[in-house]
C-alpha cells in the first residue's frame, strides 16, 4: 500500500494541457482535467493529495477543481475547488484536499480541472497518508 507518492506532472495522464521539457505541466486553453492518475491501490486510512500549482499574472478568474476518486469519478471520496486568483504567481503552491477511506480501493486517481482561457502551470501532484505514527519504519 501506498504511504507516500509523487508524481511529476508530465507523468500523469491528460485530457488537456502541454507537457514542457522539464516535467511541468501548461494549460493550452481548453477546460479539462490538466492532471489525471495514477490508478494506484490505497489502503484504509486518512489521505492528502494535492498539486503544486502556479498561475500566469493575467489569470484571476475561475477555479480550479481537486477530486480523489475511482472508477472515472463514478465514486468520488473528496473535492475542493480553489479560486486561481488564491494560486500564487512566483512559485508553485500545494492546492490539496482531504480524504479518508474505510477499505481498500484500487484504481485510485487525483484530478485536476482547469477552467477554459486559464494559464497555469502544474510541476507535480503529491499523496500521503496523514495516519502514520512513525516515518521510520520501526
Sequence with gaps: MVAYARYRACELSKAVGLDVADGRRRSDGRS????????????PGRYTAGFY?????EAEEGSVEIEVCVEHGRR????R??????????????IH??????AVERGCEMRLHVP????????EAVLFRRDIARWDGR
Design 53 to 57: 500549482i502556479r498561475r500566469d499574472p
Design 116 to 123: 477554459a482561457l486559464t494559464p497555469i502551470e502544474v510541476s
Design 76 to 79: 468520488m471520496f473528496a473535492s
Design 81 to 94: 475547488s480553489a479560486p486561481v486568483k488564491d494560486l500564487f504567481v512566483s512559485i508553485a503552491g500545494f
Design 32 to 43: 479539462g482535467h490538466i492532471c489525471h492518475g495514477p490508478y494506484i491501490t490505497l489502503g
Design 97 to 102: 484536499v482531504d480524504f479518508s477511506l474505510d
